[in-house]
C-alpha cells in the first residue's frame, strides 16, 4: 500500500469526529470481547482465525477512536489499545472490513451487548472510501451504476433486445396481451430489475411478466433507469449511494407512477426502501414495496391463481438477509412459497438465524476475495445438502448468483429459482 497522505487520515478521521455520532459512540464503548459473536460469523467458524471475529473488526474501529478522539487515547495510547490509522492499519482494515463481512448482521442478533456490528464495518468503510482505498472491483461496479444507470453497464439496445425476445415468447405463448411494457407512463407499477436478469437470467423476467399478466397489472420498466441495486450501500460512499438513489427516484416521478417494486434483490430492497429517504433528506411521496409483498398480496386477493401440484419436487429457502434478518419479511416469503410448492422444508437453522449465503456486502464483486467468499459459503452449501431439497427458492439475484456458483463447487445438484419463477410455474390461467 502506498503511504497514506496527511489529507487522506484527516479525511477518514473526520468520520469519527464530525458531527458527533452518539449511537457511533456508543457502539464502539459497548463491546465486552466476549467471543460470542465468533459463532455466528461465517469467515471465523470457517477460518478458525481470531483475526476474523466480529469484535475484532470492532476493534479496529474503536481503537481509532480511541487514539483520536479520546484524551488517554492521545496521551497514552498503549494503556488503551489506541491505534495510529497508518498503511499497516489502512491495510487491515481493507482485508477484515471489505474482504472479510457480509454485514449479514447475524453476529448482531447474537451479541450479548447488541452492539450493532454491521454500522460499525460500514463506518469503518465510510473512513476507507474517504481515503480512496475501496477495493477496485467493487469501485467499478458504482461506477458503471453512475455512468450507465446500472451496475453492468448493460448498454440500452442490448437491453431492449432481450425485453423484446421475451416479450415475443410471452405473447406467443399467452397471447397479444402478455406484454412487457417498456417507458410507458401512468401506470401503477414502476418495476426493477436487477440487472443480472437480463445478463444472465432473463426468464425470470418473464416469469414475473407471466405473474402481472395473471393479475391484470397496469406496470411498466424504464429503460433509463431499472436497476433496482446500489453498491454505493456497500462502498461506503454515502454521496455516490445517495446519486445512486435519487436517479431511480426522480424516474418513478418522471414516468407518474403510483408505487416503486422493488425486484428480487436484498440489498436493494435495504438501499431504496429505507436508506435513501435518508441519503435524499426527504420521504418519497410514492408507495415503496418489494415484489414479494407485492405477490403475497396478489395471492390473497385472488388476483392470481396457483396450483401447488404443478410444483411437486421438494423445495427449500434460503432467507436473504437484507430481506429477512434485517427486513421483517420472514413470514410474507414463507407464504408465498407455501401457496406455490407442495412439498416443503426448512433449512437449519432459518429465518433470522439463517446463515448468509456468503455473497452479500459487495463481495460477489470483489474478485479479490472470490477464493474466500466460496470457502465461507461451504456453511451455506451443507446447509441446502442436508435438506435434501431438489430446489433452493430465493428472492434476491446476488444471492442466486452465488448459490449457482456454491452448487457448482460443492456438486449439491439443485436448482436455484427466484420467487417469481417459484410462482410463476404454478400459476393456473
Given at each position: 500500500?502506498?503511504?497514506l497522505?496527511k489529507?487522506?487520515?484527516?479525511n477518514?478521521?473526520?468520520l469519527?469526529?464530525?458531527?458527533?455520532?452518539?449511537?457511533?459512540?456508543?457502539?464502539?464503548?459497548?463491546?465486552?470481547?466476549?467471543?460470542?459473536?465468533g459463532?455466528?460469523?461465517?469467515y471465523?467458524?470457517?477460518m478458525?482465525d481470531?483475526?476474523?471475529?466480529?469484535?475484532?473488526?470492532?476493534?479496529?474501529?474503536?481503537?481509532?477512536?480511541?487514539?483520536?478522539?479520546?484524551?488517554?487515547?492521545?496521551?497514552?495510547?498503549s494503556l488503551?489499545?489506541?491505534?495510529e490509522?497508518?498503511?499497516?492499519?489502512?491495510?487491515?482494515?481493507?482485508d477484515?472490513?471489505?474482504?472479510a463481512?457480509?454485514?449479514?448482521?447475524?453476529c448482531?442478533?447474537?451479541?450479548s451487548i447488541?452492539v450493532?456490528?454491521?454500522?460499525i464495518?460500514?463506518?469503518?468503510r465510510?473512513m476507507?472510501?474517504?481515503?480512496?482505498?475501496?477495493?477496485?472491483?467493487?469501485?467499478?461496479?458504482?461506477?458503471a451504476?453512475?455512468?450507465?444507470?446500472?451496475?453492468?453497464?448493460i448498454?440500452t439496445?442490448?437491453?431492449?433486445?432481450?425485453?423484446?425476445?421475451?416479450?415475443?415468447?410471452?405473447?406467443?405463448?399467452?397471447?397479444?396481451?402478455?406484454r412487457?411494457?417498456?417507458n410507458?407512463?401512468d401506470?401503477?407499477?414502476?418495476?426493477?430489475?436487477?440487472?443480472?436478469?437480463?445478463k444472465?437470467?432473463?426468464?425470470?423476467?418473464?416469469?414475473?411478466?407471466?405473474?402481472?399478466?395473471?393479475?391484470?397489472e397496469?406496470w411498466?420498466?424504464?429503460?433509463?433507469?431499472?436497476?433496482?441495486?446500489?453498491y454505493?450501500?456497500?462502498?461506503?460512499?454515502?454521496?455516490?449511494?445517495?446519486?445512486?438513489?435519487?436517479?431511480?427516484?426522480?424516474?418513478?416521478?418522471?414516468?407518474?407512477?403510483k408505487?416503486?417494486?422493488?425486484?428480487?434483490?436484498g440489498h436493494?430492497?435495504?438501499?431504496?426502501?429505507?436508506?435513501?429517504?435518508?441519503?435524499?433528506?426527504?420521504?418519497?411521496?410514492?408507495?415503496?414495496?418489494?415484489?414479494?409483498?407485492?405477490?403475497?398480496?396478489?395471492?390473497?386477493?385472488?388476483?392470481i391463481?396457483?396450483?401447488?401440484?404443478?410444483?411437486?419436487?421438494?423445495?427449500?429457502?434460503?432467507?436473504p438477509?437484507?430481506l429477512?434478518?434485517?427486513?421483517g419479511l420472514?413470514?410474507?416469503?414463507?407464504f408465498?412459497?407455501?401457496?406455490s410448492?407442495?412439498?416443503?422444508?426448512?433449512?437449519?437453522?432459518y429465518?433470522?438465524?439463517?446463515?448468509?449465503?456468503?455473497?452479500?456486502?459487495?463481495?460477489?464483486?470483489?474478485?479479490?476475495?472470490?477464493?474466500?467468499?466460496?470457502k465461507?459459503?461451504?456453511?451455506k452449501?451443507e446447509?441446502?445438502?442436508?435438506?435434501?431439497?431438489?430446489?433452493?427458492?430465493t428472492?434476491?439475484h446476488?444471492?442466486?448468483?452465488?448459490?449457482?456458483?456454491?452448487?457448482?463447487?460443492?456438486?449439491?445438484?439443485?436448482?436455484?429459482?427466484?420467487?417469481a419463477?417459484?410462482?410463476?410455474d404454478?400459476?393456473?390461467?
Amino acid at each position: 500500500m502506498e503511504k497514506l497522505t496527511k489529507q487522506q487520515i484527516d479525511n477518514a478521521i473526520r468520520l469519527l469526529k464530525m458531527p458527533p455520532d452518539s449511537k457511533l459512540v456508543t457502539h464502539l464503548n459497548a463491546c465486552v470481547h466476549c467471543g460470542l459473536c465468533g459463532e455466528s460469523c461465517m469467515y471465523y467458524k470457517t477460518m478458525g482465525d481470531n483475526r476474523f471475529l466480529p469484535a475484532r473488526k470492532v476493534e479496529l474501529v474503536a481503537s481509532l477512536y480511541r487514539k483520536y478522539c479520546t484524551l488517554t487515547g492521545k496521551i497514552v495510547p498503549s494503556l488503551v489499545n489506541a491505534r495510529e490509522l497508518d498503511e499497516k492499519m489502512a491495510e487491515e482494515m481493507v482485508d477484515m472490513l471489505f474482504g472479510a463481512c457480509t454485514m449479514c448482521g447475524r453476529c448482531v442478533k447474537h451479541c450479548s451487548i447488541g452492539v450493532d456490528i454491521s454500522y460499525i464495518v460500514h463506518v469503518g468503510r465510510r473512513m476507507l472510501a474517504a481515503m480512496n482505498l475501496v477495493p477496485e472491483t467493487l469501485q467499478a461496479t458504482v461506477n458503471a451504476a453512475l455512468e450507465t444507470g446500472n451496475n453492468m453497464a448493460i448498454p440500452t439496445e442490448d437491453f431492449v433486445d432481450t425485453i423484446e425476445w421475451m416479450e415475443e415468447e410471452l405473447i406467443e405463448e399467452y397471447g397479444e396481451d402478455a406484454r412487457i411494457p417498456l417507458n410507458e407512463t401512468d401506470k401503477k407499477v414502476f418495476y426493477t430489475l436487477n440487472p443480472r436478469e437480463p445478463k444472465f437470467f432473463p426468464l425470470s423476467i418473464s416469469a414475473m411478466a407471466k405473474i402481472f399478466f395473471a393479475a391484470k397489472e397496469s406496470w411498466s420498466i424504464s429503460t433509463n433507469m431499472y436497476d433496482v441495486t446500489n453498491y454505493g450501500i456497500f462502498n461506503g460512499n454515502n454521496s455516490q449511494a445517495a446519486q445512486i438513489a435519487k436517479r431511480l427516484h426522480d424516474e418513478v416521478l418522471s414516468k407518474k407512477s403510483k408505487v416503486l417494486v422493488l425486484g428480487e434483490c436484498g440489498h436493494g430492497t435495504r438501499a431504496n426502501r429505507w436508506e435513501a429517504p435518508n441519503y435524499l433528506q426527504q420521504p418519497y411521496n410514492f408507495e415503496v414495496t418489494t415484489v414479494v409483498e407485492l405477490i403475497n398480496d396478489y395471492i390473497r386477493s385472488g388476483r392470481i391463481k396457483l396450483d401447488k401440484s404443478l410444483n411437486d419436487e421438494l423445495v427449500t429457502i434460503h432467507d436473504p438477509c437484507n430481506l429477512v434478518r434485517n427486513g421483517g419479511l420472514l413470514s410474507e416469503i414463507r407464504f408465498t412459497v407455501k401457496n406455490s410448492v407442495s412439498n416443503f422444508i426448512e433449512m437449519n437453522p432459518y429465518g433470522l438465524d439463517n446463515f448468509c449465503c456468503g455473497g452479500g456486502g459487495g463481495q460477489l464483486a470483489m474478485s479479490e476475495y472470490n477464493e474466500r467468499r466460496i470457502k465461507i459459503g461451504e456453511i451455506k452449501a451443507e446447509q441446502i445438502r442436508a435438506t435434501g431439497a431438489k430446489i433452493v427458492a430465493t428472492p434476491c439475484h446476488n444471492c442466486v448468483d452465488q448459490l449457482a456458483q456454491l452448487n457448482h463447487t460443492y456438486k449439491l445438484g439443485v436448482k436455484i429459482k427466484t420467487l417469481a419463477e417459484i410462482v410463476a410455474d404454478a400459476i393456473v390461467l
